[in-house]
């Protein structure tokens, strides 16, 4: 998810409701904290934007993906703004703490494609001293699983540049398949970039044996 569905513009606008046939579940009222082997995934909250505003606007963060905000006032903002996602049931946001500190080092992201979270679409976003350290595999496969087990996900789809070369080896790793290249699909500083499509289906994720299900999920 390279074009991520916040933007600031999106503050002066209603947030809709889940359509009317969709059970509110407890995920709306507040995110479960999931706890991996290395990582805590857990809800964002408004004082993780100093920590999220130094790590995420970095040039090698950004490089491949929609800006982030620019501010700490700004990451507020946003987060102000998953949370509202959220209770409308449509886009949950964790945020990615390592175990034994509960500092947010980045963000995993995952919006409905279509009303019901039949199909979704992930997106991704660490702090750059905590890359290759694990800690993307980990969080990766917490956020997978609850897709598929909680947010009733059958297809999870993620867009990647395809000059992103650490994100498109992130999500083989991960087991995603991609599926094609769209062309001239992202527009970044001013030039349209092609995207690789990807997707896991909860099938495949399940025949692969699960694959590690380290999930422990505490509802708080
Ligand atoms: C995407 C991101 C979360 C992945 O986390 P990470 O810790 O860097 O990922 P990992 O190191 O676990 O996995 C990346 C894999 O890509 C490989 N890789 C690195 N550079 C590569 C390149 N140029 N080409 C192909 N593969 C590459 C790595 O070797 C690694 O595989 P390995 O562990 O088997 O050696 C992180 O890089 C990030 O936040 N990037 C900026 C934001 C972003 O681009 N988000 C993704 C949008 S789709």
Redesign the pocket.
């Given at each position: 998810?390279?074009k991520m569905p916040y933007s600031p513009e999106l503050d002066l606008m209603p947030v809709q409701p889940a359509a009317k046939d969709i059970t509110t579940t407890d995920w709306q009222q507040r995110l479960p904290v999931l706890v991996g082997t290395s990582v805590v995934l857990r809800e964002l909250r408004v004082s993780d934007a100093y920590s999220l505003c130094a790590l995420l606007t970095t040039e090698?963060?950004?490089?491949?993906?929609s800006p982030p905000p620019t501010t700490v006032e700004g990451f507020e903002r946003f987060i102000a703004w998953t949370h509202r996602m959220r209770a409308a049931g449509t886009y949950a946001c964790f945020a990615v703490t390592a175990a034994g500190c509960d500092t947010a080092i980045?963000i995993f992201q995952v919006r409905e494609l279509e009303p019901g979270f039949g199909s979704a679409e992930w997106?991704?976003?660490?702090?750059?001293p905590?890359?290759?350290?694990?800690?993307?595999?980990d969080g990766a496969r917490l956020v997978v699983e609850f897709a598929f087990d909680v947010l009733g996900v059958h297809r999870l789809e993620?867009?990647?540049?395809v000059r992103?070369?650490?994100?498109?080896?992130?999500?083989?790793?991960i087991g995603a398949v991609q599926e094609g290249v769209l062309r001239k699909s992202f527009l970044k500083d001013g030039q349209y970039l092609d995207q690789s499509l990807y997707a896991i289906v909860e099938d495949d994720w399940r025949a692969s044996c699960a694959p590690a299900r380290v999930a422990s999920m505490i509802v708080h």
């Open positions: 998810m390279e090698e963060v950004t490089r491949f993906i980045g997106g991704f976003a660490i702090g750059s905590f890359w290759g350290t694990g800690v993307f595999e993620a867009r990647c540049a992103n070369g650490r994100g498109n080896g992130a999500l083989r790793k």
